[in-house]
Structure formats: C-alpha cells, structure tokens
C-alpha cells in the first residue's frame, strides 16, 4: 500500500508567559487558518504556559493539570473539529509529580503521552518536573512518528532511530535566541544520522527572565535540508514523502552499518 504524503503545520507561536487562556485562545485562533489538506500540527515545548523559567514547584503547580484536563479536552476538540493529529507538550501533574509531558493527539481522540527525559538542570528543570522513562512512539496515517522534547536534542543516544522505527521525529521546545545556533545544528545532525525527517517547533516571545526567543522551526528531510514553506509568521509547512524517504535509505542505508546498544536502566 502506497503511503501518502504527510503535510505538516508548525506553529512558533508566541507565548503570554503563564497566560493559559490567552495562549490556548491564539492556538484557536492559528487553526482557524489551516491549510484544508494537513494532516499534523506542531505546536511548542509548554505552549499553554511558557517554560516556567526561575519558578518554583509549587508556584507552577496551579499551571499543571491531568490528562483529562481542560487544555487536553480542548486539543480534542480542535483535532477532531480538524480532522487533524495535534503534538506538543504541556507541564502535567500525575500523582502531585509534575512533568514536562509530551502528547499526540489524533482526530479521533487516540491520545499518547510520554514526559521529557533529559531535563535542563542549569534552568533547575531537574528541581520541579520528574523526569520521563520512555520516548514517545505512535503509528499514524501510515507513519511512525517519535517525539521528543527541546534539551533532548542534544543526546543522540536516546533520538537514535534503531533498524528504522520512526520516519519522522517531531521535537517540540523553548529554546532561547541566545543559544538558538544549536538547536539549528542540532536538528540538521539528528535527521542526518538517522534517516528520517526532522519537523522543530519552538515558541516566540520573552521569558520572565527576559530570554527571547525567535520562533526558529524546521521540517528537515533525510539530507539535513530545510524544506518547510513559511506562510506567514505563525504558519510553516512541509509535505513528507515517504516514497523519497524510503527510495533514499535503500540507495544509502548507513543504518546497517549502526553500532548496536541498550540504555541502561536508570
């Protein structure tokens, strides 16, 4: 069976730090302008709060909410409303932990969530969200898709595609202008080394700590190349080809050659 193209919508929207109801309300606000044919969009690392720079846990506390929650309950609604499948992550309290989870939620209401793993300590990250166990791997219209979120990118161990089993890794981030020549080499290094599509999302707007941030998103191809198409400023988009992706990794399949390992458990 022929898969076809995945057309993507990133949205680097600008956040209202700690502002829920005006960020969901931009995020209503962005889908009413979608391209009728996408099939996925991408929003920012915690697009409903910002990152919660110089806070403490339980000053964040009243942000987190549970998987049944409003802000989830109102993804649902706009993926279905949509027809389309909804990535990001939000700041979630499971069992009174808090956690930087990420989520895919599809048009029918089929939710998957996993919590960042690498957490930032020099932001002290580490002092008030747990951290995640597992990366977050869903099937999707006939692609596999991995997820990961902003300081991930830095560790090529856990994005690691092993024997092919994502076509597309989505990350999601706060990544501030001052640092953002990374996160572009980073991104351009994670779809070289494993063969897939890179779709970044990251936020705009300036911190309580008056960090800036440029809203630098991307949907990469197998080759590093940027090929996403910017509409306007809150509107970029791709189609993946799975027939390219697959044509390019029998031509060149370095992930044959890929050292075999295991994480450890923690």
């Known amino acids: 069976m022929t898969v076809k193209n995945l057309n993507i919508c990133m949205l680097p929207l600008a956040i209202e ?33 910002g990152f919660p720079v110089g806070a403490d846990k339980e000053s964040i506390r009243p942000l987190a909410e549970r998987n049944t929650g409003a802000t989830i309950d109102f993804l649902k609604a706009l993926a279905a409303r949509h027809s389309v499948a909804v990535a990001g992550s939000f700041i979630a309290d499971t069992g009174g932990s808090l956690y930087n ?10 939710e998957t969530y996993a919590d960042k793993r690498h957490l930032f300590t020099m932001a002290g990250e580490h002092e008030k969200f747990s951290r995640g166990h597992d990366r977050l791997k ?46 572009n080499q980073l991104l351009r290094a ?19 700590a008056d960090f800036e941030y440029d809203g630098s998103s991307m949907a990469l191809d197998f080759k590093g190349k940027d090929i996403a198409n910017n509409v306007d400023e809150e509107h970029l988009y791709a189609s993946l080809s799975m027939e390219k992706l697959l044509r390019f990794r029998e031509k060149f399949p370095a992930y044959r050659d890929s050292d075999p390992f295991r994480l450890l458990p923690d």
């Open 101 to 110: 989870r990420a989520f895919f939620i599809e048009p029918s209401g089929e």
């Open 138 to 183: 869903v099937r999707y219209r006939g692609w596999e898709i991995a997820m990961v979120v902003c300081y991930d990118v830095r560790f090529p161990v856990w994005c690691r595609n092993v024997n092919n089993e994502y076509d597309l890794l989505i990350a999601v981030a706060n990544w501030p202008k001052v640092r953002v020549d990374a996160w």
């Open 17 to 49: 730090w700690g502002e829920k109801e005006r960020n969901l309300s931009n995020v209503a606000r962005a889908f009413e302008t979608l391209h009728p044919d996408t099939d996925l969009v991408v929003l920012p690392e915690t697009f409903s709060t």
């Open 190 to 208: 994670r779809a070289i080394e494993n063969e897939a599509y890179v779709v970044a999302v990251n936020c705009r707007g300036t911190d309580t």
